[in-house]
């Protein structure tokens, strides 16, 4: 079973910045591709940002792109979700999840694709 704990997430004022953490307890977690997403309060799970299995493909959602920046380190069996220029309206808890990746350029591009998530980080922006 591959258990994801996502990290780093806090109160944060708008144009302010956060790194969060999406650690994986996998030993072959360089065969999952993984990406973030978010829920806000009565909304539907909203999908942001994915990295294939070897790092090398990236894939953002319009709403994130410019500002977001997703990496890897597979070493550390760990994802990073670099996010600047934060708004308001990206308040929410923070999901990173994982899929078993077959192909080492693929990566999801919605919420359906992945197979396991974490228990979510609250991130607060205030204006």
């Known amino acids: 079973q591959v258990q994801l704990a996502e990290s780093g997430g806090e109160l944060v004022q708008a144009g302010g910045s956060l790194r969060l953490s999406c650690a994986i307890s996998?030993?072959?977690?360089?065969?999952?591709?993984v990406g973030w997403s978010r829920q806000a309060p009565g909304k539907e799970r909203e999908f942001l940002a994915s990295?294939?299995?070897?790092?090398?493909?990236?894939y953002y959602t319009d709403s994130v792109k410019g500002r977001f920046t997703i990496s890897r380190e597979n070493g550390k069996d760990t994802v990073y979700l670099q996010m600047d220029g934060l708004k308001p309206e990206d308040t929410g808890v923070y999901f990173c999840?994982?899929?078993?990746?077959?192909?080492?350029?693929?990566?999801?591009?919605?919420?359906?694709?992945?197979?396991?998530w974490g228990q979510g980080t609250q991130v607060t922006v205030s204006s």
């Open positions: 999840g994982a899929a078993r990746a077959y192909d080492s350029s693929w990566y999801p591009i919605n919420v359906g694709q992945h197979e396991y």
């Open positions: 990295i294939s299995s070897s790092g090398g493909r990236k």
């Open positions: 996998e030993r072959t977690f360089s065969s999952y591709a």
